[in-house]
């Protein structure tokens, strides 16, 4: 007998879960914006914010206790854009993102439609849109982080073989950056774009 089982990501309890909104816009849903073609709404975090103040984001945050994380993705879009639910669509979820820091992102893509560039200065500065076209033509530019390992102060290195001199792994971790007009979008951001274009291939026939 088969038993089926969903592999989820083991960080040991560390894991900092959150889900985000990639938001769609398209042109029939959004006339008041005379837009031509899909574009992605960006937002750029409030300057006041205690965590990544200033920085390009997707909407979305903390999966709370109870709530699936495409509940929290919706959920976090409607509180930072002033949203009602009924404004937004998910399309399709796409691959998890994970950082050194036991970040896991759960990303969902979907259309966001009637907006009228509403946001809470609570936690947004201001938001802006980019076509979905540029990222389709456009590859980022790749830098890569050293990830290393610092034992413990109290870590057994004398369990270990060879000791002291034992050579733990080192690993690598690309940090991809786009530059759109006077937009720098890096980071675990770009890092979600890059992990939604296949899936937003997939689903073009819905977009345009």
């Not at 809470?120 to 938001?127: H, I, N």
């Amino acid at each position: 007998m088969k038993y089926p089982y969903s592999p989820k990501i083991d960080l040991m309890g560390f894991e900092k879960n959150s889900a985000i909104f990639v938001p769609i816009l398209l042109p029939k849903d959004n006339k008041d914006l005379l837009l031509k073609e899909p574009h992605i709404l960006f937002e750029v975090r409030s300057s006041t914010l205690r965590q990544q103040p200033s920085e390009i984001c997707f909407p979305g945050g903390k999966i709370e206790k109870g709530e699936t994380s495409e509940f929290a993705a919706l959920r976090e879009t409607c509180e930072e854009l002033l949203l009602s639910y009924e404004q937004l669509e998910v399309l399709t979820s796409t691959d998890l993102v994970t950082t050194p820091a036991n970040r896991v992102l759960y990303p969902y893509i979907g259309l966001l439609k009637q907006y009228n560039n509403t946001f809470s200065k609570d936690e947004v500065e201001k938001t802006f849109l980019v076509p979905l076209s540029f990222f389709e033509q456009t590859a980022p530019t790749l830098y890569y982080h050293t990830v290393t390992i610092t034992p413990c102060e109290h870590f057994p290195m004398e369990k270990m073989p060879n000791k002291i001199s034992y050579a733990f792994e080192q690993g690598t971790y690309p940090v991809p950056f786009y530059e759109y007009d006077n937009y720098t979008i890096w980071g675990m951001t770009a890092r979600v774009i890059q992990a939604s274009l296949p899936r937003l291939e997939e689903i073009k026939h819905e977009l345009y």
